[in-house]
Structure formats: C-alpha cells, structure tokens
C-alpha cells in the first residue's frame, strides 16, 4: 500500500518554528507535495518536489527530505500560518495518489 | 486566469447516484489530466479519481473502485464525476483539481462542491 502518515497536531507560539513531518516508505524515491487548506478553502501548494516553493509562498515556508520521512518546516511562524497541512505525494506512473492525513498547525 | 467550477451536489439517498461536473477555463483544457479529491466534513483530504488528458486512461482508489465512473468532454472543457450506489461514507465536499503539466501534484482547485448522502 501507499501510505503517508503525519501527526494530528503541531501547536507553536509565534514566532517559533514549526515542523510538520510526513513518513512514508514510498518517499524515499517519489517527490512530496505540501498544500496548506483554511477552512472553507480548497487547498493551496506551498512545497514542491520536496524542497521547492512556488513563486508568492513566503520564505519562512521550507521543505527537507531525508530517507522515508519529509519535512515542512515554517521558521518564525505568524498567526496567519495557522492552518491544515497535507503531504501528497504520487506513485511513479501517477496512477496513485495519496495525501497524509493531515496535521493542524495551532499558532499559541 | 485558470478557473474551476464544480456543479451537480446535493442531498441523495443512500443506494442513489448523483452525477458532478467540473468547468474549466483560462487554459487548454485538452491538454491536462484532471482529478476529483474529497474531503468529509471536518476530515483530510482524499484522492477519488484521475483521468488522463485524453480520456484514455482512468485510475480510481479503492474505494470507489467499480462505483464511480470519471469522465470528460474536451469539446466542452467539462470533467465529470458518475457517482453510483452513493453510501453514507461518500458524504464530502468534492474537489475537481488540475494536474500540473509535468510534476505530480494539483495546481488548480475548484471551491467543491457538496454531497450528502442520507436519507
């Protein structure tokens, strides 16, 4: 199976830095994706290709990867960051696709 | 600009169908695979269906494998979601979502629409 697992919740002050991890035995050779959803909003993406950010994603917004296991990183978190994240990520022919289940970023 | 607009959600019983679509503009929809994504009320997001830029190839998760039928008619630069033998379970916002040209992931959402299923 294709599964990615996060944690429910990261709870962080502003300010501080926030990291959202994303386990998984297929990201070792797939790309991840990160999107952050607000509520009554469809998703927006704010990591790609594990490390990249789209053009208007702020700097404070980074990916790393290392093995199994991803990692959004938000460095001097704002209490505009507080939101749902999702991992994605696709098996190599794209006939597969899965989303973590998401991890609920609290700004303190 | 790029533009998703979703239709066809409402309320249908248990054991019924529904039928969605998705209209696109502000880009060459032919030349683009199309997803649907859900999301249950107050849950995470779940991947439904991909259908590649000509129609040709289809991929379903399991769980609405041999229930849901995705289609498209470029023609009219509309996506479609046939969605049968509805359960409780299929209660959720659907999302259609473009698939970026080249990488795999979305980069293009609808605002979804809504299916309940209840009776």
């Known amino acids: 199976s294709f599964e990615l697992t996060q944690p429910p919740s990261v709870s962080v002050s502003p300010g501080q830095t926030a990291r959202i991890t994303c386990s998984g035995d297929a990201l070792s050779n797939q790309y991840t994706y990160w999107y952050q959803q607000k509520p009554g909003r469809a998703p927006v993406l704010v990591i790609y290709?594990?490390?990249e950010r789209p053009s208007g994603i702020p700097e404070r917004f980074s990916g790393s990867t290392s093995g199994t296991t991803v990692t959004l990183t938000i460095t001097g978190v704002q209490a505009e960051d507080e939101a749902d994240y999702y991992c994605?990520?696709?098996?190599?022919?794209?006939?597969?696709?899965?989303f973590g289940g998401g991890t609920k970023l609290t700004v303190l | 600009q790029v533009q998703l607009v979703e239709s066809g959600g409402g309320v249908v019983q248990p054991g019924g169908s529904l039928r969605l679509a998705c209209v696109a503009s502000g880009f060459t929809f032919s030349t683009y695979g199309m997803h649907w994504v859900r999301q249950a009320p107050g849950k995470g997001l779940e991947w439904v269906t991909f259908?590649?830029?000509?129609?040709?190839?289809?991929y379903y998760a399991d769980s609405v494998k041999g229930r849901f039928i995705v289609s498209r008619d470029n023609s009219k630069n509309t996506l479609y979601l046939q969605m049968n033998s509805l359960r409780a379970e299929d209660t959720a916002i659907y999302y259609c979502a473009r698939r970026d040209a080249y990488l795999y992931y979305f980069d293009f959402w609808g605002q979804g629409t809504l299916v309940t299923v209840s009776s």
């Open positions: 259908v590649r830029f000509d129609g040709n190839d289809k």
């Open positions: 290709q594990d490390i």
């Open positions: 994605q990520s696709a098996d190599s022919r794209a006939t597969l696709w899965v």
